[in-house]
């Protein structure tokens, strides 16, 4: 984890960790192109085989528009907004054991 502070690098992290970011990101860029989906959808309508030809222009956009919000430096933002939220959580814990202890 190049980068990372400290305390991130203290937060374990592992492949089921990452497949759940990259799905949350998936989810989170169909709700950012959700207007270029309509415009695809509404190629479509009408249409069956024609579609493969006939609405290029929107199924390339819809298909640009996911690249863009999947990007590598996307899922990188979701992955450090994933561990930022883990940390604080075992922050949190830390002070309370702390505060038990006390008692």
Do not use: H, P
């Amino acid at each position: 984890m190049d980068g990372w502070s400290r305390d991130e690098q203290r937060v374990r992290w592992s492949v089921g960790d990452d497949a759940r970011v990259r799905d949350k990101t998936e989810l989170w860029a169909k709700t950012q192109c959700k207007s270029v989906l309509d415009l695809l959808g509404e190629c479509t309508k009408g249409k069956t085989l024609s579609v493969a030809w006939s609405c290029t222009e929107q199924r390339n956009a819809y298909t640009t528009c996911l690249k863009n919000y999947t990007s590598q430096r996307f899922l990188e933002i979701q992955k450090r907004e994933s561990i930022s939220k883990r940390l604080a959580s075992m922050q949190q814990a830390e002070a309370l054991e702390k505060k038990i202890r006390k008692q």
